[in-house]
Protein backbone atom coordinates (compact mmCIF):
# COMPACT_ATOMS: atom_id res chain seq x y z
CA UNK A 1 0.00 0.00 0.00
CA UNK A 2 1.33 3.55 -1.49
CA UNK A 3 0.19 6.36 0.97
CA UNK A 4 0.74 9.55 -0.94
CA UNK A 5 1.07 13.37 1.30
CA UNK A 6 0.86 16.18 0.19
CA UNK A 7 2.92 18.86 1.62
CA UNK A 8 0.89 21.95 3.38
CA UNK A 9 0.61 24.78 1.50
CA UNK A 10 2.75 27.86 2.92
CA UNK A 11 0.03 29.52 4.18
CA UNK A 12 -0.65 27.50 6.91
CA UNK A 13 3.02 27.57 8.52
CA UNK A 14 2.64 31.33 7.59
CA UNK A 15 -0.28 31.64 10.41
CA UNK A 16 0.30 32.85 13.93
CA UNK A 17 -1.36 29.23 15.12
CA UNK A 18 -1.28 30.17 19.08
CA UNK A 19 -1.88 33.90 19.85
CA UNK A 20 -2.96 33.46 22.94
CA UNK A 21 0.66 31.57 23.64
CA UNK A 22 2.63 34.78 22.28
CA UNK A 23 0.18 37.14 24.39
CA UNK A 24 1.08 34.64 27.65
CA UNK A 25 4.33 34.88 26.51
CA UNK A 26 4.95 38.60 26.01
CA UNK A 27 3.03 39.41 29.06
CA UNK A 28 5.09 37.32 30.95
CA UNK A 29 8.47 39.25 29.44
CA UNK A 30 7.37 42.32 30.60
CA UNK A 31 6.68 41.14 33.81
CA UNK A 32 10.23 39.91 33.68
CA UNK A 33 11.67 43.48 32.96
CA UNK A 34 9.45 45.61 35.11
CA UNK A 35 10.93 43.42 37.96
CA UNK A 36 14.09 43.90 37.06
CA UNK A 37 13.82 47.24 36.39
CA UNK A 38 12.09 47.81 40.21
CA UNK A 39 14.82 45.93 41.85
CA UNK A 40 17.68 47.68 40.10
CA UNK A 41 16.27 50.95 41.26
CA UNK A 42 15.58 49.71 44.80
CA UNK A 43 19.41 48.35 45.08
CA UNK A 44 21.10 51.11 43.47
CA UNK A 45 18.93 53.30 45.24
CA UNK A 46 17.94 55.25 42.01
CA UNK A 47 21.29 55.25 40.70
CA UNK A 48 20.86 54.25 37.21
CA UNK A 49 19.76 56.99 34.71
CA UNK A 50 18.01 56.80 31.52
CA UNK A 51 17.75 52.79 32.64
CA UNK A 52 16.81 50.50 29.76
CA UNK A 53 16.05 46.71 30.09
CA UNK A 54 16.13 44.71 27.07
CA UNK A 55 15.40 40.74 26.03
CA UNK A 56 17.42 40.02 22.86
CA UNK A 57 18.64 36.29 21.38
CA UNK A 58 17.83 35.09 25.10
CA UNK A 59 19.83 37.12 26.90
CA UNK A 60 19.12 40.26 29.22
CA UNK A 61 20.94 43.42 28.31
CA UNK A 62 20.97 46.61 30.55
CA UNK A 63 22.08 49.96 29.35
CA UNK A 64 21.82 53.69 30.81
CA UNK A 65 24.34 55.22 33.14
CA UNK A 66 25.21 55.97 36.76
CA UNK A 67 28.16 57.44 38.61
CA UNK A 68 30.33 54.71 40.29
CA UNK A 69 31.75 51.02 38.93
CA UNK A 70 29.58 50.09 42.44
CA UNK A 71 26.72 51.09 41.27
CA UNK A 72 26.75 49.28 38.19
CA UNK A 73 27.81 46.05 39.61
CA UNK A 74 24.61 46.73 41.58
CA UNK A 75 22.50 47.01 38.82
CA UNK A 76 24.12 43.68 37.44
CA UNK A 77 23.42 41.58 40.63
CA UNK A 78 19.91 42.87 41.30
CA UNK A 79 19.19 41.91 37.17
CA UNK A 80 20.67 38.62 38.52
CA UNK A 81 19.07 37.81 41.13
CA UNK A 82 15.68 38.01 38.98
CA UNK A 83 16.52 36.19 36.10
CA UNK A 84 19.20 33.35 38.00
CA UNK A 85 21.67 33.13 35.27
CA UNK A 86 24.73 34.76 33.88
CA UNK A 87 22.41 35.28 30.10
CA UNK A 88 23.33 39.17 31.12
CA UNK A 89 25.00 41.73 29.06
CA UNK A 90 25.79 44.81 31.47
CA UNK A 91 26.21 48.18 29.18
CA UNK A 92 25.41 50.50 32.14
CA UNK A 93 28.39 53.10 31.24
CA UNK A 94 29.81 54.73 33.98
CA UNK A 95 30.05 58.62 32.99
Excluded: W
Aim: glycine share 4%.
Amino acid sequence: MTLLVEPAPAAVFEQRLYPRFEASVEAEMEELITEIKRLIRHETNLGVQEMRVALKDGKVILSGHCRTFYTKQLAQQAAMKVIGTDELVNDIRVA
